[in-house]
């Protein structure tokens, strides 16, 4: 089979286009060939860099979010059958540690990736086993189905399981043009909540506000706190899904929660080290929660809400296998209005 295969860390020019042997399913697994696999600031361009804060064997595969129909199954799989269209689980729990054995799959960390720890889907197939597998509903393109499960189960997790967003309540989406923060943007509208967005720039807060967004501040123009508190009558947002972590803008976000506000975030490309104003944090009875990875219950939320057009992917363009070199170079200079995806069927 064709994948794009990296032999050393750097830049987008080391992602090559090579043979590798098929894959076989083992016991438990299914094959699948993949149609879809998007393309990601963090899992996809800092591993190729060489700066994602684990070890990854090289060579190595990227992509941790293929969508594909199955083609073969291994022995004993039998929850799905050949010709089933499925997206993949990236997060795989180890199943031994004591938290998966109580059930707690969800928080376990000793599990692998796929894209990271394990080859991912830059590539015509992958075998998985096959409860890393979900269904995708009939109305749901592959593409689209990389988006839902790659990013929306995070957005549930943030703001419902993390923040326990209640409708009316008033939210602040920082990034909201990017793929957390669009999915964070129409799930906090799901859920039944007024919807601030935040972006750096007037078109992508306008962007923001076609998806469902009331309300948009360029933080990069206005004082965030400040306008935050003008549109919300000088109370401030209960929830603000962060992501971020840029020095810059931080203490502005922060300073946006109102009285028993929640900060959630699970990012920090923006640098990851901030200055907290702890007075403010006790004074207001004020909460940070972060959150990493994702479960199958959180999956199957976004998977139903997407079936009932509840949320829609928003995917930039799909560009075939073979152009991942551009691919990176766009992701990385920003240049996208939604997704990138890869699609290997593609010539
Ligand atoms: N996607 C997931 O499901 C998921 C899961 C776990 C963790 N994460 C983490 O969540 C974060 C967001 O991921 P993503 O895939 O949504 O990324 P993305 O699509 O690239 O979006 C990131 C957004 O951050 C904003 N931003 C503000 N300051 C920035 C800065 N200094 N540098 C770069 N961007 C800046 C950008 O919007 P403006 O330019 O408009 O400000 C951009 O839209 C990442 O840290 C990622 O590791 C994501
Ligand atoms: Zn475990």
Same mark, same amino acid.
């Given at each position: 089979?064709?994948?794009?295969?990296?032999?050393?860390?750097?830049?987008?020019?080391?992602?090559?286009?090579?043979?590798?042997?098929?894959?076989?399913?083992?016991?438990?697994?299914?094959?699948?060939?993949?149609?879809?696999?998007?393309?990601?600031?963090?899992?996809? =361009?800092?591993?190729?860099?060489?700066?994602?804060?684990?070890?990854?064997?090289?060579?190595?595969?990227?992509?941790?979010?293929?969508?594909?129909?199955?083609?073969?199954?291994?022995?004993?799989?039998?929850?799905?059958?050949?010709?089933?269209?499925?997206?993949?689980?990236?997060?795989?729990?180890?199943?031994?540690?004591?938290?998966?054995?109580?059930?707690?799959?969800?928080?376990?960390?000793?599990?692998?990736?796929?894209?990271?720890?394990?080859?991912?889907?830059?590539?015509?197939?992958?075998?998985?086993?096959?409860?890393?597998?979900?269904?995708?509903?009939?109305?749901?393109?592959?593409?689209?189905?990389?988006?839902?499960?790659?990013?929306?189960?995070?957005?549930?997790?943030?703001?419902?399981?993390?923040?326990?967003?209640?409708?009316?309540?008033?939210?602040?989406?920082?990034?909201?043009?990017?793929?957390?923060?669009?999915?964070?943007?129409?799930?906090?509208?799901?859920?039944?909540?007024?919807?601030?967005?935040?972006?750096?720039?007037?078109?992508?807060?306008?962007?923001?506000?076609?998806?469902?967004?009331?309300?948009?501040?360029?933080?990069?123009?206005?004082?965030?706190?400040?306008?935050?508190?003008?549109?919300?009558?000088?109370?401030?947002?209960?929830?603000? =899904?962060?992501?971020?972590s840029d020095p810059t803008l931080w203490p502005a976000a922060f300073a946006s929660l109102a009285l028993n506000?929640?900060?959630?975030?699970?990012?920090?490309?923006?640098?990851?080290?901030?200055?907290?104003?702890?007075?403010?944090?006790?004074?207001?009875?004020?909460?940070?929660?972060?959150?990493?990875?994702?479960?199958?219950?959180?999956?199957?939320?976004?998977?139903?809400?997407?079936?009932?057009?509840?949320?829609?992917?928003?995917?930039?363009?799909?560009?075939?296998?073979?152009?991942?070199?551009?691919?990176?170079?766009?992701?990385?200079?920003?240049?996208?209005?939604?997704?990138?995806?890869?699609?290997?069927?593609?010539?």
């Amino acid at each position: 089979m064709k994948a794009i295969v990296l032999r050393e860390f750097g830049g987008p020019e080391l992602l090559r286009l090579e043979d590798l042997p098929d894959p076989k399913p083992a016991p438990g697994e299914i094959l699948i060939k993949v149609h879809s696999v998007s393309v990601n600031r963090t899992l996809d =361009c800092v591993v190729r860099a060489g700066k994602y804060p684990v070890k990854v064997q090289l060579p190595h595969v990227l992509g941790a979010d293929p969508a594909g129909e199955i083609v073969e199954i291994g022995s004993g799989a039998t929850k799905l059958k050949v010709g089933d269209r499925v997206a993949v689980i990236s997060a795989m729990p180890c199943q031994k540690c004591g938290r998966c054995l109580k059930g707690d799959e969800g928080n376990c960390v000793d599990g692998k990736r796929v894209g990271v720890d394990l080859w991912g889907g830059y590539a015509e197939q992958i075998a998985i086993p096959v409860r890393y597998a979900v269904r995708i509903p009939d109305n749901i393109s592959f593409a689209e189905a990389t988006v839902i499960t790659r990013h929306f189960p995070m957005a549930f997790n943030l703001l419902v399981s993390k923040a326990g967003i209640r409708p009316g309540e008033s939210v602040l989406v920082m990034g909201a043009t990017g793929a957390l923060g669009s999915s964070c943007v129409q799930v906090a509208k799901m859920l039944g909540a007024t919807v601030i967005a935040g972006a750096g720039t007037d078109e992508r807060v306008e962007l923001a506000k076609s998806y469902g967004a009331d309300l948009g501040i360029n933080y990069r123009k206005h004082d965030l706190a400040n306008e935050v508190m003008r549109l919300t009558d000088n109370q401030g947002v209960d929830v603000v =899904c962060e992501n971020i972590s840029d020095p810059t803008l931080w203490p502005a976000a922060f300073a946006s929660l109102a009285l028993n506000g929640r900060l959630v975030t699970a990012g920090a490309h923006g640098g990851g080290t901030v200055a907290l104003d702890v007075k403010r944090l006790y004074m207001r009875r004020l909460r940070i929660i972060g959150a990493a990875g994702t479960n199958l219950a959180d999956v199957e939320k976004a998977l139903d809400a997407a079936r009932e057009g509840k949320i829609r992917a928003i995917i930039d363009r799909i560009l075939p296998l073979r152009d991942a070199v551009q691919a990176h170079r766009i992701v990385e200079q920003n240049q996208i209005a939604g997704k990138i995806i890869l699609d290997p069927t593609q010539k």
